[in-house]
């Protein structure tokens, strides 16, 4: 078969740049291999490949910064890039056609499919322009405006149930946590002699409430509620800045206000979560959330930095009464914590905040600009630098990467390998490494080893994971029901 033409495979694996490279060959196509970013943009400049394969998680440049690039080169915008991302990923459908990505393959891959996804993309897209194959970054428009001209009836139904289907979403997702968590405090405080539960008035768990919200909230009822507020919403002065994280990652948004100096508030949304990112002049002041996770309280990260005993933070929650102002400056008043001690927690939770986000494939967000940061914000005035966060983040991502291919599920029940543990000795780990391994016991999932060390859900499974590694743990196999 002669060749059908020049693709570049960019991978920091050696062995899957040998296979793919033979696959290639054997399809008829000339393969250029790159062991990195930097070295794949090199080779796309030489050799103007028909098609790029490209590895999603790679040291110096990950897939997205690749893409980002080559997007932005004039001489390199047009060639179609074809993704390759690990099972764990996460990635799929949602980033084809985004900056040059016009289609994807999951690791491991048989050769099969692999010449056949290479073939078919460089068959339809080779020859074509990149504005052909992608969406804008950020909107201020309708990212629908061109898929309407196209075919306005069919796309502006799809557009409606989109748009209902998001909302509804939001509300239930935000009515189920509020409403939860009211009346959690509601039957935490009532007469224990009463005889009226919490349960006969409405359900405490989350999610039973938002699926309640999510029925109750059918598209007529979301439509009329749409059409009510759309005058005002019009009327109403538009965000200078909106998009999807599907679209943009937020790493891109932090990127854009650094660079541009920005002074507001960044609002990232999805599901339940909701933070807000408060910038001035380019750096991060402060950042606050509701609906995430309970490990990124302010509360965890006073304990951990020993500044507040358990004991103590408990005493201080269970008098605290509903509504109160915010815990630190309640804890400064009665002398628990010092503001410089403060002040170091919530740099430490502005941070991992953000890095949870970050992991966010989808949601999203915008930007009320303004030169006022808003009081709690400028109390803190934490002045973050966000070329820092992002450099850990961006670590911490690659790493939840690799720790999703061995802890995908945090109801996993790990088992210590005694007979290991003996042989290596104990001096060889960490003491953080140490407590965690006494946790893992045949009975504790993941979940409950966070909840009792008190510590992230990234620490805790980036231990397990070297546990695992070094072959000091393993999984507990369930028997299978006959």
């Known amino acids: 078969m002669g060749q059908s033409g020049t693709v570049l495979v960019i991978d920091d694996s050696p062995t899957i740049l040998k296979v793919v490279s033979l696959v290639l060959a054997k399809a008829g196509f000339s393969a250029v291999t790159a062991a990195d970013g930097e070295a794949g943009l090199e080779s796309a400049r030489a050799e103007r490949p028909d098609l790029i394969l490209l590895d999603f998680v790679m040291p110096r440049m990950n897939g997205y910064q690749v893409c980002r690039a080559l997007a932005q080169d004039p001489g390199l915008s047009d060639i179609p890039v074809v993704l390759m991302s690990a099972k764990g990923d996460q990635v799929g459908e949602r980033f084809v056609k985004v900056m040059g990505i016009v289609d994807y393959i999951t ?3 048989s050769p099969e499919a692999l010449a056949a996804v290479v073939t078919h993309s460089v068959a339809k897209y080779g020859n074509r322009a ?27 139904e799809a557009t409606r149930e989109s748009a209902l289907a998001t909302v509804r979403e939001r509300i239930a997702g935000i009515v189920g946590a509020k409403i939860a968590g009211l009346f959690a405090l509601a039957e935490a405080a009532r007469d224990p002699d009463s005889a009226v539960t919490g349960n006969e008035i409405v359900p405490t768990d989350a999610t039973a409430i938002a699926e309640a919200a999510r029925a109750a909230l059918d598209d007529d009822t979301l439509w009329r509620l749409l059409r009510t507020a759309a005058p005002a919403l019009a009327s109403a002065p538009q965000p200078p800045l909106s998009g999807d994280l599907s679209i943009v990652p937020l790493a891109d948004v932090l990127q854009l206000l650094d660079n541009q100096k920005h002074t507001g508030t960044l609002t990232a949304n999805r599901g339940a979560g909701h933070l807000e990112i408060v910038f001035n002049r380019g750096r991060i002041d402060l950042a606050s959330a509701t609906g995430m996770s309970d490990e990124l309280v302010i509360g965890r990260f006073l304990v951990a930095a020993e ?11 269970a008098a605290r009464e509903p509504g109160a102002g ?12 010092s503001e410089a001690d403060l002040k170091h927690a919530l740099s430490r939770q502005t941070a991992e905040l953000i890095y949870e986000a970050l992991r966010w494939s989808f949601g999203t967000f915008s930007l009320a600009a303004g030169n006022e940061v808003p009081p709690a914000a400028a109390d803190a005035s934490l002045a973050l630098d966000v070329e820092g966060i992002l450099m850990e983040g961006f670590r911490r991502v690659d790493e939840w990467h690799l720790i999703e291919r061995e802890i995908d599920d945090f109801e996993l029940v790990f088992l210590r390998n005694e007979d290991a543990v003996a042989q290596m000795g104990r001096g060889r780990l960490t003491r953080d490494e140490l407590a965690i391994l006494e946790l893992v016991n045949g009975k504790h999932t993941v979940k409950d080893i966070i909840r009792t060390s008190r510590m992230g859900s990234f620490e805790v499974s980036k231990m397990l994971y070297r546990l695992r590694s070094i072959k000091l743990i393993r999984r ?5 029901a006959v």
């Open 107 to 109: 690791k491991p891959f």
């Open 130 to 156: 990149s504005a052909d194959r992608t969406e804008p970054l950020i909107r201020g428009a309708d990212l629908s405006d061109r898929a309407e001209a196209e075919n306005p009836a069919t796309t502006a």
């Open 307 to 317: 500044l507040i005993t358990e004991d103590e933070l408990g005493a201080v929650l």
């Open 326 to 337: 915010f815990l630190g400056a309640q804890l400064i008043a009665e002398g628990r914590v």
């Open 476 to 480: 507990r196999v369930l028997p299978v």
